[in-house]
């Protein structure tokens, strides 16, 4: 039989970058994408991700299910929290994007690093790493930093600008840890093009690979 996977975003951007994973990575499965922009537009404003909003992230994960969805997988890092709160709400497995990525990076180094282009992504995915961590019993030492300016940039269409910030920051922080983990799914298009002496990690393609087990399981 084949299986579906319902796809959350909260920026259309990202729907072209999944369908291309998904094509790599599940070509059996079939897909479908819910995208709601004001989750994160709303999170931005408020600075924090509201009680209001993850409601909201439930009901969607819960359309995705009633849909037909074997999977759901939410590509948002900034409504993370939400979308682990939804999980014993939903009948069918529930994937936060980074959570694979958490786990990569926690056994992959003892200092981790965590790079975000906006503070409402920061704070939820370094929380991520640390409990990750603990559930594994690593000890590690997490370095947090913001690319400030960068999000701002790509949302306004210069993308190069965006790319270029992220790539500093990335040289920077990576000789400081053994690991950087990439807090944004939007930031992935540039992993694999500055050159850094540690490894550098993005959500979308080890969600992929992750939900490959699962899915062909």
Same mark, same amino acid.
């Given at each position: 039989?084949?299986?579906?996977? /319902? ?37 931005i404003a408020a600075g924090r991700l509201t009680p209001g909003t993850a409601r909201r992230v439930a009901g969607h ?12 997988? &939410? ?11 939804? =999980? ?24 981790? /690093? &965590? ?13 991520? &790493? ?17 690319? =400030? ?27 400081? &840890? ?5 807090a944004q799914a939007s930031m992935a298009r540039v992993a694999g093009t500055a050159e850094v002496p540690v490894p ?18």
């Amino acid at each position: 039989m084949t299986k579906t996977l /319902g796809l959350i975003h909260t920026s259309a951007t990202l729907v072209p970058v999944f369908a291309e994973l998904c094509a790599r990575h599940l070509p059996d499965v079939e897909t479908f994408n819910i995208v709601d922009d004001s989750l994160i537009k709303n999170t931005i404003a408020a600075g924090r991700l509201t009680p209001g909003t993850a409601r909201r992230v439930a009901g969607h994960v819960a359309s995705a299910e009633a849909a037909g969805a074997d999977h759901v997988l &939410v590509t948002c890092s900034s409504i993370g929290a939400a979308v682990e709160a939804s =999980e014993p709400l939903t009948g069918v497995p529930v994937t936060r994007v980074d959570r694979p990525m958490a786990d990569r990076a926690v056994a992959t180094g003892r200092r981790v /690093g &965590v790079l975000a282009t906006l503070s409402t992504t920061l704070d939820p995915t370094a929380d991520l &790493v640390r409990r990750r961590a603990a559930a594994a019993g690593a000890e590690i030492t997490l370095t947090a930093r913001l690319c =400030e300016g960068a999000f701002e940039a790509l949302m306004s269409g210069d993308a190069a600008a965006h790319d270029a910030a992220v790539a500093g920051a990335l040289r920077e922080l990576g000789g400081q &840890v053994d690991v950087i983990v990439l807090a944004q799914a939007s930031m992935a298009r540039v992993a694999g093009t500055a050159e850094v002496p540690v490894p550098v990690l993005a959500s979308p393609p080890i969600a992929m690979e992750h939900l490959a087990k699962e899915l062909y399981a």
